[in-house]
């Protein structure tokens, strides 16, 4: 116990003495919240459109107005498909509407008439945009005009509602979920240099000709960096919630639990990456690789996971983001469901303790890998018969 | 005098290449790694919506309420269905996350088809999703709206008359350039090459200096009359064409494994490709130079990593962001390298073009380089 | 009674072997000095002994214990310093004692008088290290010496039954070896084992057991005075075991061209005038006023010398003196608050490069490239030198020849032993035939007759018109200088021929003249 609290007590030192990482622990929340909040939107994005018209009646110049009137787009006019072509291509413009010269003539004979659409399918995002506008605007357009009156009534209506967040404002869901990808890449960074550096530096050599066992080794750091990183966590939390005003229907505690579980994973995933490749350069560039990318593309925050191929479906089950992106945005936003906080709960328990298990293995109580027990110790009887 | 510079530069060139690629640890990592990721995130990240799966309550259990179910059965995009008997269970569902979107009939609906009026379903996305979901519920409307008109001219006579058929419509046909299919792995293909480059480019660099100087070896090559311009090409080079190598087999396996058709000039796109990674080198070198530890240039690189990749226009355009960040933009290499890889891959993007998302590029190489290669020796005390 | 019972002991790192059926007892209660070439296999062998390592074939019982099966149970009865100790640089020295202390299960505060308190081990261990004034300081900001005493502090915490120190006094200076050895003796109890390894034979004269070893076997066992009644005498009869050494002609010097660069029109016609002497003698190296300041602290103070074409000049002092800083403002590392230096007549401060190109460079730490093989090193250093690719590889092979690195060229220059490396450094620094030569401690952790070695280079380069600044702590070598400057507190205490100052000093041996003249000097 002694023993443990003098490491912990070294490590905090140690944090305090360089600033870097404490102020990695504070500034990289505010950055990343700041951009989430300010940078990212995913809800009705605004896109640049031309448009063309070919059929030069009144009825039609006010479906091309209400384009220019729709908050979502901005509308350039065009006069040949030329240019056009040439717009996409340098990205002027993401999409384009063509009207053709018999639009009204067809509408005005109560049948189909065709708008076309030209999207740049490089931009697959905007693209869905350019369409799923195209057509809205066209069709108020089109409910509001003279044709109107033969436009049928539907059979059907359609009454769309969202729950648990009515506004549908994208930011409350990502702004709390961002903060698994923060905390993935604090807590991973920060430990996935602190083992490494002790046998760069040789302190770890000095170390284990003392009386510490792995237990301490390994206490000895996941201690003080779940300290920091429960406090940056706060800090985080406290960002969201009191500075930047996302609701939240959640329960702080259970928040804070299942928070800390996050973390716990976290520092087990850097700590033992450390561990087993002993050299900072390979240990951040491994960090990066099963910290910060799979958080971004795997945690369900910015893909859709029930949308991945089934066998994707099954890798990211081995992610903890992805526990922790599920319980954060549904405590923000839905309050505690208990299933919800439970199994994601468990979840992270239980890779946090297969982690932690691997760490402890994982750390070397020596200079170099146990040999196999053969030679671990040679028996006297061997000793014996040999002259 | 030439011949001396370049048997130096070569020299720490080849130290530097010696270091990075004799381990065969480090070997594996700097390759391995990024083409592992690359097969992975390119097969999973996808923003198009499937596998939906769904919570049904339906009050109205009728010929209609069960013919409009089995449109959403047969549809592609929608996989599991819960049916619930009351409204708790169906509340349950969404709020454990089981569905992503729920369908709720009224009793009324087979009564109100019949006799012409206007029946109402409702659809329930789940806003913890706000994007997934709205894609999702548009699905929904899509196959109802499909079915009430189905409905309504099989149940409505047909309008008498001045030949006025079914009425008036818009339809709307679309062309997808560049991707007629609207494939999302040809985009974010080109965005993950793009950004594994950036990562392994900016920790090789970042680390360079840092290491020496935190090993003492920073010293001797001081104390060695190469100068710091020497340095500095010793430094960049070797990560530099290591970056430069991974993105090639990188675009390799783009082109060869995901059939994905390279619209433009391959020369246009190699030296695309050189001259932002060589912005990111002079960034992750400017850091190496600054700082005195491993810990904090690795932290300083994140810190600028972070940022970068979210404001390079692959989550959300940067025309939709707040014009104070369109201009930080400006400063972000790695908005740069995105729209190059994409513009040269998939939309054959031409000379003009190209060098004008190059000059923002060249500018900030000149700027990060210059000030990494004065920090050199500043640093001495 | 035996602390350490070792039979047939084998261990190999892939083809290399590191111990070959070793066997040796190490008696109880006694100080036995471990000696041996570099790379003969000491630090294997200690770090063996108390289980860091797993030995290949072979039975090893540590105070009754199996190192490999029951490492838990031993390690709390010893104590090890490992060569690089480790020492947290980022704490302040008493936070590293305490935190050892702690890890050892040392109850710091007895009878609950404070950690400081009167009496208590911190407080007796900050007296024995003469670290009390700096207690608040971080490790890092330590002289070399000083760092030395605070490891040995740390692994002197809890009265170990066993102490094994794995060359404790490299880099430090006589004064603080003498320290260093006082510590250990004061500290321990008859009952304690102390096994030594050490490159200072005068040290191994004093224990009761010197063991030598070679090429992974034990070549002598047995009392330092049964070999030599005086520590000189002992000295020769190791090398004899080590194999003898024969003074050659120096190959080096034998191969080098004296590639003379005239000096910069800038700097005067025909060289420069040494202020100092107020002679117009072409002088290659000088000093002039050279100051470093940190704060209010001057680090070095008015440190002026000339150097004369062909003269081996010894910069001597106490750790933490100043030497390094000197060293470092002289080529260029560090830029001094005042003064400046002049290699060949060009201005450190004014073209750095061209200066430097004159010079060859030997830091005190190891800094080569670790994970390049003692090949490549040499080859990047040639290279960055200007040595042209045609003639680069036979120099390469020429000098990993003349270093005797033959065997190791193609081996990772981290995996060597200090010796070696330090060979390796001091054949980057010539591989380009500098008419200036730098070298900061070359002989450290190097091994007796390699010191030889190396000083039969020096002085046959130095008569080929080499102009050498050199430090060292070995007083012996300063014998070899032509002349030498005592530093102190960051001045000029002494400076004159080696017969100069042990007359002023009125001393016998060079040693003695050392600690007079800085004894002297404190007084004032």
Redesign the interface.
């Known amino acids: 116990m002694?023993?443990l609290?003098?490491?912990i007590?070294?490590e905090i030192?140690?944090i305090l003495?360089?600033p870097?990482?404490i102020?990695?622990a504070f500034?990289?929340p505010l950055?990343?919240i700041l951009?989430?909040m300010?940078?990212?939107?995913?809800?009705s994005?605004?896109?640049?459109m031309g448009i063309k018209n070919d059929d030069p009646t009144p009825e039609v110049a006010t479906l091309v107005k209400s384009f220019g009137h729709s908050k979502y787009v901005n509308s350039i006019y065009f006069d040949n498909v030329k240019d056009i072509e040439t717009a996409?291509?340098?990205?002027k413009i993401?999409g384009a509407v063509i009207i053709p010269n018999d639009f009204s003539t067809?509408?005005?004979?109560?049948?189909?008439?065709?708008?076309?659409?030209?999207?740049?399918?490089?931009?697959?995002?905007?693209?869905?945009y350019v369409?799923?506008y195209?057509?809205a605007i066209?069709?108020n357009w089109?409910a509001t005009s003279k044709?109107a009156n033969?436009?049928?009534?539907?059979?059907?209506?359609?009454?769309?509602?969202?729950?648990?967040?009515?506004d549908?404002?994208?930011h409350?869901?990502i702004v709390p979920g961002s903060i698994a990808?923060t905390m993935t890449?604090i807590g991973i960074?920060l430990t996935s240099?602190v083992v490494a550096?002790?046998w760069?530096?040789?302190?770890?050599?000095?170390?284990?000709?003392?009386?510490?066992?792995t237990i301490h080794i390994v206490l000895g750091k996941y201690i003080p960096y779940f300290i920091l990183g429960m406090l940056s966590l706060t800090f985080n939390i406290f960002l969201c919630i009191v500075i930047f005003q996302i609701p939240f229907r959640g329960n702080y505690f259970v928040l804070l639990l299942v928070s800390s579980l996050f973390l716990f994973t976290s520092l087990g995933i850097g700590l033992n990456v450390s561990s087993v490749?002993k050299n900072?350069?390979?240990a951040?560039?491994?960090a990066?690789?099963v910290g910060?990318?799979p958080a971004?593309?795997?945690s369900?925050l910015?893909?859709?996971i029930?949308?991945?191929?089934v066998f994707?479906q099954h890798?990211?089950r081995i992610l903890p983001p992805r526990y922790y992106v599920?319980f954060i945005?549904?405590e923000f936003?839905?309050g505690t469901?208990p299933?919800?906080v439970t199994a994601n709960a468990i979840y992270l328990t239980i890779l946090g303790l297969i982690l932690f298990a691997a760490v402890y293995k994982n750390t070397s109580?020596?200079?170099?890998k146990?040999?196999s027990p053969a030679?671990?110790?040679?028996s006297p009887a061997r000793?014996e018969e040999?002259p | 005098m030439l011949r001396d510079f370049f048997r130096r530069v070569l020299a720490l060139m080849k130290k530097e290449f010696i270091t990075i690629w004799n381990d065969p640890k480090t070997k594996g990592i700097i390759i391995g790694l990024p083409i592992v990721q690359l097969l992975i995130f390119s097969n999973a990240a996808t923003m198009e919506v499937q596998n939906i799966d769904t919570a049904v309550f339906d009050r109205s259990q009728s010929v209609e309420s069960r013919e409009l179910l089995s449109r959403f059965e047969n549809s592609p995009r929608f996989r599991n269905f819960y049916y619930v008997d009351n409204e708790a269970d169906f509340k349950k569902k969404l709020d454990t996350q089981k569905v992503q979107i729920g369908l709720m009939i009224n009793n009324d609906f087979s009564r109100n088809i019949k006799s012409g009026e206007t029946a109402t379903v409702q659809v329930i996305s789940d806003g913890r999703q706000t994007n997934s979901a709205s894609i999702a519920s548009g699905y929904a409307s899509q196959i109802i709206t499909g079915y009430g008109a189905e409905v309504s001219s099989s149940t409505k006579p047909p309008a008498r008359g001045e030949g006025v058929m079914s009425g008036a419509n818009i339809n709307i046909s679309v062309r997808n350039w560049f991707n007629p299919n609207l494939e999302y792995k040809w985009y974010i293909l080109t965005v993950i090459v793009a950004m594994l480059s950036l990562v392994t480019t900016l920790i090789l660099t970042s680390l360079s200096i840092a290491r020496e100087r935190e090993l003492g070896t920073f010293d001797q090559l001081i104390v060695s009359p190469l100068s710091s311009f020497e340095i500095l090409l010793g430094k960049s080079i070797p990560p530099l064409i290591i970056a430069m190598a991974l993105t090639m087999i990188m675009t390799g396996i783009v082109i060869i494994f995901f059939h994905i058709p390279f619209a433009g000039s391959f020369l246009l796109f190699m030296i695309s490709i050189f001259i932002s990674l060589l912005a990111i080198v002079g960034v992750g070198l400017y850091f190496s130079a600054i700082c005195n530890t491993q810990q904090q240039a690795i932290l300083s690189a994140m810190t600028f990593m972070m940022p970068a990749v979210l404001l390079s226009g692959f989550i959300s355009p940067i025309e939709d962001m707040p014009v104070a960040l369109q201009y930080l933009t400006w400063l972000n290499p790695v908005r740069f390298f995105m729209v190059l890889t994409r513009g040269i891959f998939l939309k054959g993007m031409g000379f003009a073009d190209v060098f004008i998302n190059l000059i923002p590029l060249i500018i900030i190489a000149l700027i990060t380089l210059t000030l990494a290669g004065r920090t050199f020796k500043r640093k001495l005390g | 009674m035996n602390t350490v019972e070792i039979k047939n002991l084998t261990k190999t790192f892939g083809k290399i072997t590191a111990l070959d059926n070793l066997s040796l007892n190490i008696e109880k209660g006694k100080i036995t000095g471990l000696m041996g070439a570099d790379g003969a296999g000491k630090t294997t062998l200690l770090r063996t002994i108390i289980g860091l390592l797993v030995p290949d074939k072979g039975e090893i019982l540590t105070l009754g214990f199996n190192p490999v099966t029951q490492k838990d149970e031993l390690t709390p009865l010893i104590g090890y310093m490992p060569q690089k100790f480790g020492l947290y640089e980022d704490l302040t020295v008493i936070e590293n004692l305490t935190l050892y202390a702690d890890l050892k299960g040392i109850s710091l505060a007895p009878c609950g008088r404070g950690i400081k308190g009167e009496g208590s081990i911190l407080n007796k261990m900050l007296e024995f290290t003469k670290l009390a004034p700096f207690q608040d300081r971080l490790a890092g900001a330590l002289s070399d010496g000083m760092k030395q005493k605070l490891g040995l502090a740390c692994t002197l915490l809890g009265n170990p039954e066993f102490l094994l120190l794995d060359e404790p006094s490299v880099g430090v200076d006589p004064i603080s070896r003498k320290d260093l050895m006082q510590m250990v003796r004061e500290m321990i109890n008859p009952e304690t084992t102390v096994l030594w390894s050490t490159a200072y034979l005068d040290e191994a004269h004093s224990f009761d057991t010197a063991v030598v070893i070679d090429k992974g076997r034990v070549i002598y066992e047995g009392k330092p005075h049964d070999l030599g009644a005086t520590a000189q005498e002992f000295e020769d009869k190791v090398i004899d075991l080590m194999g003898g050494y024969k003074q050659e002609e120096s190959l080096i010097a034998k191969n080098y061209e004296y590639t003379d660069i005239l000096p910069s029109p800038h700097a005067g016609e025909g060289g420069t005038k040494c202020r100092v002497r107020g002679q117009s003698e072409f002088y290659t190296v000088e000093a002039d006023n050279l100051e470093k300041k940190y704060g209010n602290f001057y680090a070095v103070k008015n440190n002026s010398f000339c150097i004369q074409k062909g003269e081996i000049f010894g910069l001597l002092g106490p750790n933490g003196a100043g030497k390094s800083t000197s060293f470092k403002m002289m080529c260029g590392l560090a830029k001094p608050t005042n003064g400046t230096a002049r290699i060949m007549g060009i201005d450190i401060t004014k073209d750095p490069e061209k200066a430097r190109s004159n010079l060859g460079y030997m830091a005190q730490k190891f800094s080569l490239y670790g994970s390049l093989t003692v090949r490549e090193n040499l080859e990047f250093f040639a290279s960055a030198y200007g040595i042209k690719f045609k003639n680069r590889a036979s120099k390469v092979q020429e000098i990993i020849e003349v270093f005797g690195l033959k065997e190791y060229a193609d081996q990772k220059s981290e995996e060597l032993p200090l010796g070696l490396k330090q060979r390796l450094s001091m054949a980057c620094a010539l591989i380009h035939n500098p008419p200036v030569l730098f070298l900061d401690e070359p002989t450290s952790g190097v091994d007796v007759l390699t010191r030889r070695d190396f000083w039969n280079h020096i002085t046959s380069l130095a008569k080929k018109g080499v102009t050498i600044l050199v430090t060292t702590h070995f007083m012996d070598e300063a014998e070899y200088c032509d002349r030498i400057s005592l530093f102190y507190h960051g001045e000029t205490i002494a400076l004159g021929t080696p017969q100069e100052l042990k007359d002023k000093a009125r001393a016998k041996t060079m040693e003695e003249t050392f600690i007079t003249l800085i004894k002297e000097s404190e007084k004032e």
Do not use: C, H
Not at chain 1, 45 to 48: A, D, L, Y
Not at chain 1, 306 to 309: A, I
């Open positions: 002694k023993i609290l003098a490491l007590k070294k030192k140690q003495r360089d870097s990482s102020i990695i500034v990289l950055i990343s951009i989430y300010y940078g990212i939107n995913l809800d994005v605004r896109v640049t996409i291509a340098r990205s993401k067809k509408l005005a004979r109560g049948q189909n008439a065709d708008l076309l659409v030209i999207t740049d399918g490089s931009e697959v995002n905007t693209a869905n369409q799923s195209a057509l066209a069709n089109l044709y033969s436009a049928k009534q539907p059979a059907i209506n359609t009454e769309v509602r969202t729950w648990y967040n009515p549908l404002n994208s409350y869901f990808i890449l960074l240099l550096r002790e760069e530096r040789g302190t770890m050599e000095a170390m284990l000709s003392t009386s510490v066992k490749l900072q350069f390979l951040s560039m491994v990066m690789s910060f990318m971004l593309m795997l369900g910015m893909f859709p029930n949308s991945m191929p994707f890798l990211t599920s945005e549904s936003m839905a469901v299933e919800i109580m020596r200079l170099e146990y040999p030679l671990r110790a040679p000793g040999k």
